[in-house]
């Protein structure tokens, strides 16, 4: 039996400012084509489906055209759990309804996880769909107090579907959550504030295949058995090495399986480029994706007017801009709190930004002259 696992399409998504949803709306057409190339006899998204638990409308006609046309155009069946990301109530609505067309949205999480049973010429397989809840969720729903973190709570979930599982058949479990010894990246939610949310990949010992949702680098998880898919697209610039894909998973007669890794280019790539700002914008003229979205690290250390203007001469989506040669510490650099921190200081810190050269002694001591005074015609206002 073939899967496609993919994970993470975080519909919706914002970043500096932009809207990502054309370009997710570009990407999920690949994997249709994908998906009615390879026919897999299921398609598994492992969680944050949307970006945010109330999506906007356009993210919700999206996703609706995707599953309609891997569904009902394409009758591949797709099981859906939701994550943290996602409002289950909002995701789950319809289900009863849904699954009857090969469609299985799991939104909130329930105390007896009931299995989608398909077969091939081997007989069964049965795909569990384990939506992402907060312990105390768990807890309250099978209630035992002793469910206080992730693990303890994932765990038992998992020992009443190892209770109910018929003996001989193959088993999949889809689930989001956070393994321990997993690639983070800076996008992606915490699952906990305060306390672990990390699991262990041993909870999962018995089962053929793990579909994972919330890690954004496609990897395995401590097991060639335990998989996350990734997320559909870089969703910011912590994951510029990464590459996307999604999974295509073999289970053989015995439930052995094979995991391949199928690309999903982006229409319009994530990266950064590092240089002086005018090398940039001249290297650009020979750019064959200059529509891609760039962080430009910039080698500068004189001053620059509308630094970002003029780069987006070059490269329309230009998304933001560091000047490393320009950081450090100092008593008025911008992570200090500025109520705490001297008038002149911060006018020091914002010469040395724009100029790229410190105040001299002279002209620090003309700004405190200028300070002081100030600060004495307003003592006598």
Same mark, same amino acid.
């Given at each position: 039996?073939?899967?496609?696992?993919?994970?993470?399409?975080?519909?919706?998504?914002?970043?500096?400012?932009?809207?990502?949803?054309?370009?997710?709306?570009?990407?999920?057409?690949?994997?249709?084509?994908?998906?009615?190339?390879?026919?897999?006899?299921?398609?598994?998204?492992?969680?944050?489906? %949307?970006?945010? $638990?109330?999506?906007?409308?356009?993210? =919700?006609?999206?996703?609706? =055209?995707?599953?309609?046309?891997?569904?009902?155009?394409?009758?591949?069946?797709?099981?859906?759990? +939701?994550?943290?990301?996602? #409002?289950?109530?909002?995701?789950?609505?319809?289900?009863?309804?849904?699954?009857?067309?090969?469609?299985?949205?799991?939104?909130?999480?329930?105390?007896?996880?009931?299995? =989608?049973?398909?077969?091939?010429?081997?007989?069964?397989?049965?795909?569990?769909?384990?939506? %992402?809840?907060?312990?105390?969720? =768990?807890? $309250?729903?099978?209630?035992?107090?002793?469910?206080?973190?992730?693990?303890?709570?994932?765990?038992?979930?998992?020992?009443?579907?190892?209770?109910?599982?018929?003996?001989?058949?193959?088993? @999949?479990?889809?689930? /989001?959550?956070?393994?321990?010894?997993?690639?983070?990246?800076?996008?992606?939610?915490?699952?906990? @504030?305060?306390?672990?949310?990390?699991?262990?990949?041993?909870?999962?010992?018995?089962?053929? %295949?793990?579909?994972?949702?919330?890690? /954004?680098?496609?990897?395995?998880?401590?097991?060639?058995?335990?998989?996350?898919?990734?997320?559909?697209?870089?969703?910011?610039? +912590?994951?510029?090495?990464?590459?996307?894909?999604?999974?295509?998973?073999?289970?053989?007669?015995? #439930?052995?399986?094979? @995991? &391949?890794?199928?690309?999903?280019?982006?229409?319009?790539?994530?990266? @950064?480029?590092?240089?002086?700002?005018?090398?940039?914008?001249?290297?650009?003229?020979?750019?064959?994706?200059?529509?891609?979205?760039?962080? +430009?690290?910039?080698?500068?250390?004189?001053?620059?007017?509308?630094? *970002?203007?003029?780069?987006?001469?070059?490269?329309?989506?230009?998304?933001?801009?560091?000047?490393?040669?320009?950081?450090?510490?100092?008593?008025?650099?911008?992570?200090?709190?500025?109520?705490?921190?001297?008038?002149?200081?911060?006018?020091?810190?914002?010469?040395?930004?724009?100029?790229?050269?410190? *105040? &001299?002694?002279?002209? *620090?001591?003309?700004?405190?002259?200028?300070?002081?005074?100030?600060?004495?015609?307003?003592?006598?206002?």
């Amino acid at each position: 039996m073939r899967f496609l696992h993919t994970a993470d399409w975080h519909l919706g998504r914002v970043y500096h400012g932009l809207s990502l949803l054309e370009d997710q709306a570009r990407v999920l057409q690949d994997f249709i084509r994908l998906a009615d190339d390879v026919r897999p006899d299921a398609i598994l998204i492992a969680g944050d489906v %949307y970006d945010r $638990s109330v999506p906007p409308a356009d993210a =919700v006609r999206l996703l609706d =055209v995707t599953l309609t046309r891997l569904v009902v155009e394409l009758r591949i069946p797709v099981v859906v759990i +939701a994550g943290n990301h996602d #409002g289950p109530d909002r995701l789950g609505f319809g289900s009863g309804m849904l699954e009857c067309a090969g469609l299985t949205l799991c939104g909130p999480v329930s105390a007896a996880p009931r299995p =989608v049973v398909l077969r091939d010429a081997h007989g069964e397989v049965a795909i569990y769909p384990l939506p %992402y809840a907060e312990p105390a969720m =768990v807890r $309250s729903l099978l209630g035992d107090d002793a469910l206080d973190d992730h693990q303890a709570a994932l765990a038992a979930q998992l020992q009443r579907i190892r209770s109910a599982h018929v003996p001989g058949r193959r088993s @999949v479990v889809v689930a /989001h959550a956070f393994v321990v010894g997993g690639a983070e990246s800076d996008s992606e939610r915490p699952l906990s @504030v305060g306390g672990s949310a990390a699991v262990a990949a041993g909870i999962f010992d018995g089962f053929d %295949y793990v579909a994972l949702g919330h890690l /954004h680098r496609p990897q395995q998880a401590g097991s060639p058995r335990i998989h996350y898919a990734g997320s559909l697209l870089k969703y910011s610039f +912590a994951e510029v090495d990464h590459s996307k894909s999604v999974n295509l998973v073999e289970l053989d007669a015995t #439930g052995g399986c094979t @995991v &391949e890794r199928l690309a999903l280019p982006p229409w319009r790539d994530l990266r @950064v480029i590092e240089g002086a700002l005018d090398e940039i914008i001249a290297a650009a003229a020979t750019d064959a994706a200059r529509e891609d979205y760039i962080l +430009a690290r910039l080698s500068d250390r004189g001053a620059l007017l509308d630094a *970002m203007g003029k780069l987006r001469t070059a490269y329309p989506n230009a998304l933001a801009i560091e000047r490393p040669a320009l950081e450090g510490e100092g008593s008025g650099r911008a992570g200090a709190d500025h109520r705490r921190v001297r008038i002149q200081d911060l006018f020091a810190s914002f010469y040395a930004e724009v100029s790229g050269c410190p *105040m &001299e002694e002279a002209a *620090m001591q003309t700004v405190q002259a200028l300070v002081d005074r100030l600060e004495q015609e307003a003592r006598q206002a």
